[in-house]
């Protein structure tokens, strides 16, 4: 990111090997129940060679519910980085 508004993401990761272009966000599965989560997910990204102090990378950590409750999110955020 190059700020603390979300809509000024950079796109600096690269996509999937079919993908030409980049994106602002990646997303990486874990097992379900698992209470020592690993990611297996590479996340490569194109990051600009000239950093200011507005550069930073923001890692969010959901909670995704596989059965909803009625007028709750799906996704719950339990941590950032």
């Not at 999937?16 to 698992?34: L, N």
């Not at 996340?43 to 890692?59: E, G, Q, R, S, Y």
Request: hydrophobic share 35%; with cysteine.
């Amino acid at each position: 990111m190059a700020g603390e508004d979300p809509s000024l993401a950079m796109p600096v990761i690269f996509g999937k090997s079919s993908c030409a272009e980049f994106f602002t966000e990646a997303y990486s599965p874990v097992i379900y129940h698992d209470k020592s989560p690993e990611f297996y997910e590479e996340v490569k990204m194109k990051i600009p060679a000239n950093l200011t102090d507005n550069h930073h990378l923001l890692f969010t950590f959901y909670h995704i519910s596989c059965q909803p409750k009625q007028n709750t999110p799906l996704e719950t955020p339990v941590g950032y980085t």
